[in-house]
């Protein structure tokens, strides 16, 4: 599965971005989907899934109630709507699909898009 992620750019703190990420895959249904995130020096950290299937949608303690994670599978596509966004927001962006369930962890995701950069100024 390639996926192509899209829509990062740069927001004043407050302001609200949509990223999407497209997939190649017809079975992108069959796939458990994630947005990560990257800040400079730091590790790679969960922001939301979407769980195959059922439709269950799980976040970070840090974006919940800001982010939505969605996805369209008849057009192959997840989205992160980010609202009332925060400096320390501020990372790349990264989505990914995966054949388990549900995890928070980056390994548990087999696919990865290549990153959207995502500045947020004070």
């Known amino acids: 599965v390639q996926l192509q992620a899209s829509g990062g750019g740069l927001v004043r703190a407050g302001g609200s971005l949509v990223l999407s990420c497209a997939a190649s895959?017809?079975?992108?249904?069959?796939?458990?989907v994630g947005w990560f995130r990257q800040a400079p020096g730091k590790e790679r950290e969960f922001v939301a899934a979407?769980?195959?299937?059922?439709?269950?949608?799980y976040y970070a303690d840090s974006v919940k109630g800001r982010f939505t994670i969605s996805r369209d599978n008849a057009k192959n596509t997840m989205y992160l709507q980010m609202n009332s966004l925060k400096p320390e927001d501020a990372a790349v962006y990264y989505c990914?699909?995966?054949?388990?369930?549900?995890?928070?962890?980056?390994?548990?995701?087999?696919?990865w898009g290549q990153g959207t950069q995502v500045t947020v100024s004070s």
């Open positions: 979407f769980i195959r299937g059922g439709g269950a949608t």
């Open positions: 895959d017809r079975a992108f249904s069959s796939y458990t």
């Open positions: 990914a699909a995966g054949e388990s369930y549900y995890s928070r962890h980056p390994g548990s995701y087999n696919y």
